[in-house]
C-alpha cells in the first residue's frame, strides 16, 4: 500500500491560527494505514511548535504573498521564493491594527484600524494624530478632518487652491512605506501609438512585467514625441526587444536614444523616491515634499508627458496576473490609482497650511506610556501624538487589509467581502467566491471573517478543522487508491 500525505497550510499563527491548528492535531488521523497529516503554518514571528502524535508540524518563518491553484492543489507563494502544496488552505491571519486597537483602548488612546465606521468625530481638533499611509485610504480621510471641520479652500495668486483653517483640524502627521503620497491621475489623453507587448520570462515575471511597462512607455515617447529622442522607433524598438530588462546593454541604449534625464523611465526611483535621502530635520522634509508635489502636479497637467498615461494603460493591462504580487502593486498603487488633480492639488494646500506634515518612508510606530511615537530613517528624532489612524487598505482587498495574498483573491473575483469582511459559509469557513459559489479546499477564520470573543473562536476554529480533514480524508482516500 502507497504512503498518502495530506498537506493543510494555517496562514496566520495568532489567536485564529493556533486554535485551529489545534483542533485540526487534535482530530487528525492516528498514525496507521499509510496515512499521515501534514501542517505547514506559516507566519513571520510563528514560535516553535510541537509535533503531535499523529501529525507533522512545520513552522515556516515567512509571509505568504499569493494562492493560486493548479489541478485541484493549493499552492501558497512565500515572500521568500517557496511555493507550498497543499490540500486544503486556512487563512487565519490578522487584520493590520486589529491587536493594537484593543491595546490603545486600554491605555487611554485613540486607534482607528482602516477601511469604513472610522470614528473621525472622536478624533481631537489641534493635536498631532499620526497616519500610517499615504494611499487613496488616507486621500480619502482628509475632506471629514478638514473642509468637514469648518475649513474651506480659496484661490491664490496663480489659481491654486489655499486652504483657510476653521479651528478644528486635527494636524496630520504622515509616514507610509514609500513616504510619498500616489501620483495624480493624469488630466490628458495619449497623443500617439498606444500597443502593449509581452515578453517571455525565464523565473522573473517580475523583470519581463516591468520591460512590458518601459516598452508602453517609450512607444508614446518616440512616437508622440519624436523630437525629445535622437533616433525613431523603428530603430529603437528591436533593439529594445533584444535587451535584458534592466541590464546594460538596457540603459546604455536608453541613455543613447533619449537625452533628457527627465524623459527616461526609471521604476526603481518612482517606486521609492526616498531611498537613500536623509533630511536635517522634518522642515527639510516639507520643502521636499512640497517641490515633490508641485513637480506632480505639473507632470500630469502637462500632455508633453502622456507617456506617463501609457505607463500607466500597461499596469492596468499587467494587474490581472500580477495581482497579489507586493512590487507590481506598490507599483500599481503609486501611479495608476492616485487622487485626482483637484484633490492632489488639495493636499499641497493643506500641506502649505501644516495641516498635513510628511515624516517620510519606512515608519516605524511604538506604542509607549505616553501615547503612539513614530521614527524612521529620513529624519531625525520622534513625532508623538495619542492618536494612531491607519490609512493602509488596498482597494482590492477587504477594508482595513494591507494582505497581497487576500488582494490577489479579490482582483481574480475567487473572494468577496461583505461589510469590510473576507466573506466565508459558516459553520465551516470556506470561502465564497466572486460569483457566489463555496471554494470547496479553502477556509478562512479570525479577524478576517468576524468579531466575536474566545468562546466564538473556538466554536469557529472546531468547525473549520473538521471541514477541513473532510477534504483532506478526501484526498488522501484518492491519493491511496
Not at 491587536?99 to 470614528?119: F, I, K, N
Request: glycine residues 12%; contains cysteine; charged residues 25%.
Amino acid at each position: 500500500m502507497s504512503h498518502a500525505v495530506g498537506r493543510i497550510v494555517v496562514i496566520g499563527a495568532g489567536p485564529a491560527g493556533t486554535c485551529v491548528v489545534d483542533r485540526i492535531c487534535a482530530g487528525a488521523p492516528q498514525p496507521g494505514g499509510g496515512r499521515t497529516v501534514e501542517v505547514h503554518v506559516v507566519d513571520p514571528a510563528a514560535p516553535e511548535c510541537e509535533t503531535p502524535y499523529g501529525v507533522q508540524v512545520h513552522v515556516h518563518r515567512d509571509r505568504a504573498i499569493g494562492l493560486t491553484e493548479s489541478a485541484g492543489r493549493q499552492l501558497v507563494r512565500l515572500l521568500g521564493g517557496r511555493t507550498l502544496e497543499a490540500d486544503a488552505v486556512v487563512l487565519a491571519q490578522d487584520r493590520p491594527g486589529s491587536g493594537e486597537h484593543d491595546v490603545a483602548a486600554r491605555d487611554g488612546l485613540l486607534h482607528l484600524p482602516g477601511g469604513p465606521g472610522h470614528d473621525l468625530e472622536n478624533v481631537p481638533a489641534g493635536e498631532p494624530v499620526l497616519v500610517r499611509g499615504a494611499g487613496r485610504a488616507f486621500t480619502d480621510l482628509l475632506a471629514p478632518l478638514t473642509v468637514g471641520r469648518g475649513g474651506r479652500f480659496t484661490r491664490g495668486r496663480q489659481g491654486e487652491p489655499v486652504y483657510l483653517p476653521g479651528g478644528f483640524e486635527p494636524l496630520l502627521y504622515v509616514g507610509s512605506r514609500r513616504g510619498v503620497p500616489h501620483h495624480a491621475r493624469p488630466g490628458y489623453e495619449l497623443a500617439g501609438e498606444a500597443r502593449a507587448r509581452r515578453f517571455p520570462y525565464e523565473g522573473d515575471e517580475r523583470q519581463a512585467t516591468a520591460k512590458e511597462l518601459a516598452y508602453a512607455y517609450y512607444r508614446e515617447l518616440f512616437t508622440a514625441h519624436p523630437s525629445r529622442t535622437r533616433t525613431t522607433w523603428a530603430a529603437f524598438e528591436p533593439a529594445f526587444v533584444r535587451a535584458e530588462p534592466g541590464g546594460r546593454e538596457m540603459r546604455a541604449l536608453v541613455t543613447r536614444s533619449v537625452p533628457r534625464f527627465a524623459d527616461r523611465l526609471h521604476l526603481d526611483r518612482l517606486a521609492r523616491p526616498l531611498r537613500g535621502m536623509r533630511f536635517g530635520d522634518l522642515a527639510g522634509l516639507q520643502r521636499w515634499m512640497h517641490g515633490f508635489l508641485a513637480a506632480d502636479l505639473e507632470r500630469r497637467a502637462d500632455p508633453a508627458f502622456s507617456p506617463d498615461l501609457a505607463l500607466i494603460r500597461a499596469l492596468r493591462e499587467a494587474r490581472p496576473r500580477m495581482a497579489g504580487d507586493p512590487w507590481f502593486e506598490g507599483l500599481f498603487g503609486l501611479l495608476a490609482d492616485g487622487p485626482s488633480l483637484a484633490r492632489q492639488a488639495e493636499l499641497h494646500a493643506l500641506a502649505r497650511a501644516g495641516i498635513v506634515t510628511f515624516i517620510g518612508a519606512e515608519p516605524r510606530i511604538e506604542q509607549d506610556e505616553d501615547g503612539w511615537r513614530a521614527s524612521g530613517p529620513t529624519v531625525p528624532g520622534l513625532t508623538r501624538a495619542r492618536t494612531l489612524i491607519e490609512a493602509r487598505r488596498l482597494p482590492s482587498g477587504p477594508d482595513g487589509c494591507a494582505d497581497p495574498l487576500l488582494a490577489g483573491l479579490y482582483a481574480r473575483g475567487e473572494a468577496r467581502h461583505a461589510a469590510g469582511l473576507l466573506d466565508v459559509r459558516l459553520p465551516d469557513g470556506r470561502l465564497i467566491t466572486g460569483d457566489g459559489s463555496v471554494h470547496d479546499r479553502r477556509f478562512a477564520l479570525g479577524s478576517l471573517t468576524a468579531a466575536g470573543g474566545f468562546a466564538t473562536l473556538l466554536r469557529r476554529a472546531d468547525a473549520v478543522a473538521r471541514a477541513v480533514l473532510s477534504q483532506v480524508s478526501e484526498a488522501l482516500v484518492h491519493a491511496a487508491a
